[in-house]
């Protein structure tokens, strides 16, 4: 069964298999998903409102004030946590005032859990939009996403909005410094495993030379019945190769 929308600003703290206690904030409409890609692995099912446009979803965002407030309530209550994540319903750039938000959001951080993190979990295509990228500087771990290394497999597993080009998206992953690159990696149609997919990718994980690779794989149902998990024992194998053959640090996570 796929994943139900979240329906309110924070979520969690969950124990992620990736980064510890995680509060959440979804900056998405609760209602309907909103997002630039429409990845055939989304656990939260088919993007049908897939764009970079969002003027005419303007009214369905949570107001900032809100944000700001829900957070610093969950800050001063007695609750665990390591990260405050940025995720959510669907790409959350998108959200109209990205770039103040991230700094009320360190603000309130340093103000109540200094020793917390601040992640960002995106799939890059906000790298487009400069209040995006300057507020990385304000964010200890931007995890951004790259499922392919050329045009056609990205297209194939992301089925990005018309407008977005991979090129594009892979330029703005090389000018960053300091970033953690995250891939989901499928098995069956389409696929982004292959001989030569795999070569592309890391090619452009050598030229990025991020902090760190994260892969993993799906553990949930997905939209498309046609692909499947790639086993731990291969992900664990394509981190060793990964790192053998860039020397970037690349790590496998899986249940």
């Known amino acids: 069964m796929l994943l139900e929308l979240k329906q309110g600003i ?14 959440g904030i979804n900056l998405m409409p609760a209602e309907k998903k909103l997002c630039s890609f429409n990845c055939v692995y989304c656990h939260y099912g088919t993007t049908k409102r897939c764009t970079m446009n969002i003027d005419q979803y303007s009214g369905e965002f949570p107001e900032f004030d809100n944000v700001v407030k829900a957070l610093e309530k969950k800050l001063k209550a007695p609750v665990e946590l390591d990260l405050i994540t940025f995720s959510g319903n669907g790409e959350p750039t998108l959200y109209p005032q990205f770039g103040e938000l991230v700094e009320a959001v360190a603000e309130l951080r340093g103000k109540y859990r200094p020793e917390a993190k601040i992640a960002l979990l995106s799939n890059s295509t906000g790298l487009a939009c400069e209040d995006v990228v300057d507020s990385l500087d304000m964010i200890d771990m931007p995890i951004l996403k790259l ?24 330029e703005r992953l090389f000018s960053l410094d300091g970033i953690y690159i995250q891939t989901v990696f499928v098995n069956g149609q389409p696929s982004n495993i292959g001989k030569d997919d795999l070569a592309d990718y890391i090619e452009c994980v050598a030229r990025i030379k991020p902090q760190e690779v994260h892969l993993y794989s799906i553990d ?34 899986y249940e």
Request: positive net charge; without cysteine; proline residues 8%.
């Open 220 to 253: 949930r149902p997905v939209p498309n019945a046609r692909i499947s998990l790639v086993p731990p024992e291969k992900l664990e194998k394509m981190a060793v190769k990964i790192t053998k053959e860039t020397g970037v640090a690349a790590r496998a996570f």
């Open 10 to 23: 924070l979520y969690g703290p969950v124990n992620s298999r990736r980064y510890g206690k995680s509060l």
């Open 147 to 170: 499922d392919a290394g050329n045009e056609n497999t990205f297209r194939a597993i992301n089925r990005p909005a018309r407008s977005i080009k991979f090129e594009d998206i892979f």
